[in-house]
């Protein structure tokens, strides 16, 4: 089940690109190998995930909204004290479960724990940029105290978990802004619709506010050019900064990159959800976990919506 994650893109060298914290290890080489029996399980970026077509996701991995986000809030990223300056992007990772028996199940990641923790002990219950193992962990351990299901007793409740885990990354507050508020990815979404929405607004009421000076300049130009000549002056094309549509035409391409980016969210709460249903079926999910792939497609569904309104919004500017 693909799930998703938090990761590091290097502009400089940007087909590296990591979950946080992983080091880099020989795997890369084995992407794009079609002639190797090797298979090469490693995250992928959104547009990886989505545009298996496209050989070179640089450009687009380079603008995620995500990233671009963090940039205009400071980001400062959670439990990192050394952490180098690489942009945090999102990334889909792969889960594997097998039920062994009754009494052994067996998960498999690409994101290697024994590489990947970079968050000491002491704060493992709390960090929200802790690895798949450690979120599950930490469920096991905490999930009573903090209102979640009874700890699981059977393979087949240690199995809901851990699908329960991956799926809770859409809401995990996984960075600190430099104002010391935690974002995750669905908030980063909202706040960056609601920022080009805003921005929209500005631009009509200034486009307003100063057709109506134009057209008082305008009538008293005419006015004056009339009575010194005796006759109505020659219609002259008017000083209109509004002609230059540089801001319109960069809040059209935000807002086209913000839905692009949803749909392919929401292909990835599709995926989640064929196999919860197969994980899930005849029980009842609601209130047991933080979020379910239904709940997260049906909040994308509405900011999609949103984003299109946005969208039609300022193209009406254009």
């Known amino acids: 089940m693909p799930y998703l994650?938090?990761?590091?893109?290097?502009?400089?060298?940007?087909?590296?690109?990591?979950?946080?914290?992983?080091?880099?290890?020989?795997?890369?080489?084995?992407?794009?190998?079609?002639?190797?029996?090797?298979?090469?399980?490693?995250?992928l970026t959104l547009d990886q995930y989505y545009y298996p077509g496209i050989s070179d996701t640089s450009?687009?991995?380079?603008?995620?909204?995500?990233?671009?986000y963090l940039e205009e809030h400071h980001e400062k990223p959670v439990s990192s004290t050394n952490r180098s300056k690489?942009?945090?992007?999102?990334?889909?990772?792969?889960?594997?479960?097998?039920?062994?028996?009754?009494?052994?199940?067996?998960?498999?990641?690409?994101?290697?724990?024994?590489?990947?923790?970079?968050?000491?002990?002491r704060d493992a219950r709390d960090s929200s940029m802790s690895t798949l193992l450690q979120h599950v962990l930490n469920d096991i351990a905490?999930?009573?105290?903090?209102?979640r299901s009874e700890r699981p007793t059977s393979v087949n409740a240690v199995m809901q978990l851990v699908l329960g885990a991956a799926t809770g990354f859409f809401i995990e507050k996984c960075v600190q802004l430099a104002d010391g508020t935690f974002k995750g990815p669905l908030e980063v979404f909202r706040e960056s619709i609601r920022d080009v929405a805003n921005r929209e607004t500005e631009l009509f009421q200034n486009f307003l506010k100063d057709l109506k000076q134009e057209i008082k300049k305008r009538k008293a130009r005419t006015e004056r050019i009339s009575s010194r000549s005796g006759r109505p002056s020659i219609r002259e094309l008017p000083n209109n900064p509004h002609y230059i549509i540089s801001e319109e035409t960069e809040l059209l391409d935000q807002i086209r990159d913000i839905n692009d980016e949803l749909?392919?969210?929401?292909?990835l709460a599709e995926d989640q959800e064929i196999v919860w249903n197969q994980a899930f079926a005849g029980m009842e999910t609601q209130g047991r976990f933080s979020c379910t792939p239904t709940e997260i497609a049906r909040d994308l569904d509405g900011m999609i919506l949103e984003a299109e309104m946005t969208r039609d919004s300022v193209s009406v500017l254009l």
């Open 142 to 147: 905490y999930g009573e105290s903090r209102g």
């Open 86 to 121: 690489k942009k945090q992007i999102l990334m889909v990772d792969q889960l594997w479960i097998w039920i062994i028996d009754d009494q052994s199940v067996i998960t498999s990641t690409s994101q290697r724990h024994e590489e990947s923790s970079t968050v000491p002990p």
């Open 263 to 267: 749909h392919m969210l929401r292909s």
């Open 59 to 68: 450009y687009r991995d380079d603008h995620q909204v995500f990233s671009k």
């Open 5 to 43: 994650t938090l990761g590091e893109h290097d502009p400089k060298h940007p087909k590296k690109r990591t979950l946080s914290g992983v080091k880099q290890s020989g795997d890369d080489n084995l992407i794009g190998r079609r002639d190797s029996r090797h298979v090469a399980h490693v995250p």
